[in-house]
């Protein structure tokens, strides 16, 4: 069975600093992980996806996230939060093309000036 | 392109109405899902479809029905509204890695 853990419910970082939030998976294939960003009353947009190539991925507004077979994370980073980053962050994983995804409980992103 | 379209975007349901929320795709995508998203929550997949004609169970059945006539449409039905349905639904579709969400509904029953 595959399952994703979102080990922060909440984060609260300053203006400028780094963001960290952490995700581990647990799936027996090689799965596809996913971040997606929800703002307040927003559908859901794609931050980054990664799908068996460069392990580090780049995705959009400066976030990146690096998948670690050994540790089952997907952590995602950026060097520099912005105000306009606060909002909720899902980690997602899917087993295979066309599989359904697999949502993590979510991680409050804060952001103080 | 559209992407995928819901509608309504609000309702509210009084305990034991019926309803169909509406999901329309325009990308030909052969998989559709319907999730709901509770407060506070991740999103858990109701209904999922892999094709028309082809509709299976997700992880939170109960109380919903599904129909996939056609490749576009991918319709959720409530019969018997209850409170515990209260909820943001939003409907996707997918192709190989690609998934899109629809904007959602925010449905309350009271």
């Known amino acids: 069975a595959q399952s994703v853990t979102q080990l922060d419910s909440h984060v609260s970082v300053s203006e400028g600093t780094p963001v960290l939030l952490r995700c581990n998976y647990s799936?027996?294939?090689?799965?596809?992980l996913f971040w997606y960003v929800q703002h307040p009353n927003k559908g859901l947009q794609l931050l980054l996806k990664?799908?068996?190539?460069?392990?580090l991925v780049k995705g959009i507004n400066g976030f990146e996230a690096e998948f670690k077979k050994s540790e089952t994370s997907f952590h995602l980073t950026k060097p520099s939060a912005h105000m306009s980053d606060a909002a909720e962050y899902f980690c997602?994983?899917?087993?295979?093309?066309?599989?359904?995804?697999?949502f993590g409980q979510g991680t409050e992103l804060s952001v103080k000036p | 392109n559209a992407g995928v379209t819901q509608t309504p975007k609000f309702r509210i349901l009084k305990i034991g109405q019926s309803m169909t929320l509406q999901c329309a795709q325009d990308?030909?995508?052969?998989?559709m899902y319907w999730y709901r998203q509770d407060p506070g929550m991740g999103l858990k997949l109701i209904y999922y479809?892999?094709?028309?004609?082809?509709?299976d169970k997700g992880e939170v059945p109960n109380g919903y029905n599904v129909s996939r006539s056609t490749t576009e449409d991918f319709p959720l039905r409530l019969e018997l509204a209850a409170p515990s349905q209260t909820s943001v639904y939003f409907c996707?579709?997918?192709?190989?890695?690609?998934?899109?969400f629809g904007s959602g509904t925010r449905l309350t029953v009271v």
């Open positions: 479809s892999v094709g028309a004609g082809i509709t």
């Open positions: 997602v994983v899917r087993r295979n093309q066309g599989g359904k995804l697999i």
């Open positions: 990308m030909n995508h052969n998989y």
């Open positions: 799936s027996s294939y090689s799965p596809s």
């Open positions: 996707a579709s997918s192709e190989g890695a690609g998934y899109t």
């Open positions: 990664y799908t068996s190539a460069a392990t």
